[in-house]
């Protein structure tokens, strides 16, 4: 089945920098890769997806790259906010099969002030 | 419209005991998975529901774990003879179809003590 790895597993920037969080994974079919943001006590929250069709997808100061080749998937936020701290999640499937996500185990980012 | 809601918010329960977790998808929505969150980790893959089609079962931890999902809406996650370790937030997801994006729930917070 489908393992995802994700790097770091804690983040800290100060504000205005660039944060990047990067995921492999390991099911060469899986072709949706979506990234979660979770606030403290919160529910997952949608932030971005790519599809495996393209290599690049951005929305405002959130980007998201994807190797199929490499099979590795990266989340770059920049000029980075305190409100954007939060514990990231990528996860992966196989979006015409209709399996579950697989997700990684999360990186906490840090942006101080 | 509505978000998918989760009852109850927080449950604390007895070893031994049975527990019942609800899960209300959003209207329309075929596709319904669910989730375990165990404290600082990621998201664990438990069920999943696609319209009609027989559940998706293969994350399911024992045979203590059980769900059903009520005319393709209403889902219950049942858990028996509960353990300290099926102490975590228990999230629903649900999806409009198959490999689109799925939207969670607030969760429920199961603490067996």
């Known amino acids: 089945g489908e393992n995802v790895e994700q790097h770091p597993s804690t983040l800290s920037v100060q504000e205005g920098d660039s944060a990047v969080i990067k995921c492999t994974y390991s099911d060469s079919a899986s072709n949706y890769f979506p990234w979660y943001k979770q606030e403290l006590g919160k529910r997952p929250q949608l932030i971005i997806d790519i599809r495996s069709n393209v290599g690049e997808k951005k929305d405002q100061r959130i980007a998201v790259t994807l190797n199929k080749t490499a099979k590795h998937f990266s989340l770059h936020i920049t000029e980075t906010q305190p409100e954007d701290s939060a514990v990231y999640f990528c996860a992966a499937s196989r979006a015409q099969a209709g399996t579950a996500l697989i997700f990684g185990k999360g990186t906490t980012l840090s942006v101080s002030s | 419209g509505a978000g998918v809601s989760q009852s109850p918010s927080n449950k604390v329960t007895e070893k031994g005991k049975d527990v019942e977790l609800r899960c209300d998808p959003i209207?329309?929505?075929?596709?319904l998975y669910w989730y375990r969150q165990s404290l600082g980790q990621g998201l664990e893959f438990l069920i999943y529901f696609q319209g009609n089609s027989a559940p998706d079962k293969s994350g399911l931890p024992s045979d203590r774990f059980s769900a059903e999902r009520t005319g393709g809406s209403v889902s219950t996650l049942t858990i028996q003879r509960t353990q300290q370790e099926d102490s975590a937030v228990y999230l629903c997801?649900?999806?409009?179809?198959?490999?689109?994006?799925?939207?969670f729930g607030p969760g429920t917070r199961l603490l067996v003590l």
């Open positions: 997801a649900s999806s409009l179809a198959a490999g689109e994006t799925q939207y």
């Open positions: 209207s329309g929505h075929t596709a």
